[in-house]
């Protein structure tokens, strides 16, 4: 082989080989908006008022918790999108936040089945992003005026509610032994907040200079994907961070268990990019959504689901 001839096949391997297709798909009856796993199950939120329960062993659709239908501008009756939702592990409970009048927000509380309206919209008139449990009858809310609120599901009254910052809200998430909140806001500064008392106790700041669309926080690492197109991952033990810059602008994160990998929606092509978060090492491109990711989900160190706005859920090995 000359040297052309070598060169060529250099450039393709290194531009080919780190492509992964889906091993399979999961068919939805609406746009993903959230996900859930638990052992062999994946509970998956669309735009079309539901959340779907499916068994991943068989690849077959279980159930579909469906809400109730609301009125739009014109005064017709349209299903709900489901904006955010989560479950108390190994019990049919659930917690789901749906849209509903003058774009205000109903979340309604499930457990076997029964639904229990805890907040309404033209009642309560909060407009919430993101929901969930801190236990069985405790939930954290985040609204999109940036206010936190910790709320008691038996009383149906607020515990507390906290300002984090002027700066439109966009997400929050929890550590693992629930404690702790990481918020993401337009000002691209990440707080981290004490769950009990709703203080503030850190703020992350420097690597994302603008709007954070998603936050994930795995043991001591948290990574964030934003407005201004930069990837930052920030390490709470070693008090370090950095910050790489992508191709287009990262609307999706999500970290693998250990933290030691990252997912993340990279180019304009709806294409996700896997990092290793400790040598910035780049492990291979993951091809086939076809509209904006909306969530990624590890269920492994090498396996994860990712949702998009369209009707499917694919399955990945990396």
């Given at each position: 082989?000359?040297?052309?001839?070598?060169?060529?096949?250099?450039?393709?391997?290194s531009?080919?080989?780190?492509?992964?297709?889906?091993?399979?798909?999961?068919?939805?009856?609406?746009?993903?908006?959230?996900?859930?796993y638990?052992?062999?199950?994946?509970?998956?939120?669309?735009d079309?008022?539901?959340?779907?329960?499916?068994?991943?062993?068989?690849?077959?659709?279980?159930?579909?918790?469906?809400?109730?239908k609301?009125?739009d501008?014109?005064?017709?009756?349209?299903?709900?999108?489901?904006?955010?939702f989560?479950?108390i592990?190994?019990?049919?409970?659930l917690v789901?936040v749906s849209?509903?009048?003058?774009?205000?927000?109903?979340?309604?509380?499930?457990?076997?089945?029964k639904?229990?309206?805890?907040?309404?919209?033209?009642?309560?008139?909060?407009?919430?992003?993101?929901?969930?449990?801190?236990?069985?009858?405790?939930?954290?809310?985040?609204?999109?005026?940036?206010?936190?609120?910790?709320?008691?599901?038996?009383?149906?009254r607020?515990?507390?509610?906290?300002?984090?910052?002027?700066?439109?809200?966009?997400?929050?998430?929890?550590?693992?032994?629930?404690?702790?909140?990481i918020?993401?806001?337009e000002s691209?500064?990440?707080?981290?907040?004490?769950?009990?008392?709703?203080?503030?106790l850190?703020?992350?700041?420097?690597s994302n200079?603008?709007?954070?669309?998603q936050?994930?926080?795995?043991?001591?690492?948290?990574?964030?994907g934003?407005?201004?197109r930069?990837?930052?991952?920030?390490?709470l033990?070693?008090?370090?961070?950095?910050?790489?810059n992508?191709?287009?602008?990262?609307?999706c994160?999500?970290?693998?268990?250990?933290g030691?990998?990252?997912?993340?929606?990279c180019?304009?092509?709806?294409?996700?990019?896997i990092?290793?978060?400790k040598?910035?090492?780049?492990?291979?491109?993951?091809?086939?959504?076809?509209?904006?990711i909306?969530?990624?989900?590890?269920?492994?160190?090498?396996?994860?689901?990712?949702?998009?706005?369209?009707?499917?859920?694919?399955?990945?090995?990396?």
């Open positions: 082989m000359n040297f052309k001839s070598l060169l060529f096949v250099l450039i393709f391997f531009n080919n080989i780190w492509a992964i297709s889906p091993k399979y798909s999961l068919k939805t009856n609406g746009n993903v908006t959230d996900m859930h638990e052992t062999k199950y994946l509970y998956v939120s669309t079309n008022g539901s959340i779907q329960v499916f068994n991943i062993m068989s690849k077959h659709l279980l159930k579909t918790y469906y809400f109730p609301i009125k501008f014109t005064g017709e009756s349209i299903m709900p999108k489901v904006f955010s989560d479950k592990k190994d019990k049919d409970i789901a849209r509903g009048i003058h774009g205000f927000s109903n979340v309604f509380f499930i457990k076997n089945g639904y229990i309206r805890i907040i309404r919209d033209a009642e309560n008139k909060l407009m919430i992003k993101k929901i969930r449990f801190i236990s069985e009858n405790k939930v954290i809310i985040g609204l999109l005026s940036n206010e936190i609120i910790l709320f008691d599901i038996l009383n149906k607020e515990i507390y509610r906290r300002q984090i910052s002027p700066y439109t809200f966009s997400d929050v998430v929890l550590n693992k032994n629930k404690t702790k909140l918020t993401a806001d691209g500064i990440i707080h981290i907040i004490d769950v009990q008392s709703g203080n503030t850190q703020n992350l700041s420097g200079v603008d709007n954070v669309y936050v994930d926080c795995k043991g001591d690492v948290i990574v964030c934003g407005q201004d930069r990837l930052s991952v920030y390490n033990s070693t008090h370090k961070s950095y910050y790489i992508s191709s287009f602008l990262i609307y994160v999500g970290l693998s268990p250990s030691n990998y990252v997912a993340y929606s180019d304009e092509d709806n294409d996700i990019q990092m290793n978060t040598t910035k090492a780049k492990i291979s491109v993951l091809k086939g959504h076809k509209s904006t909306t969530k990624i989900l590890f269920t492994a160190e090498n396996k994860l689901f990712t949702g998009a706005e369209e009707k499917l859920v694919y399955f990945w090995e990396i």
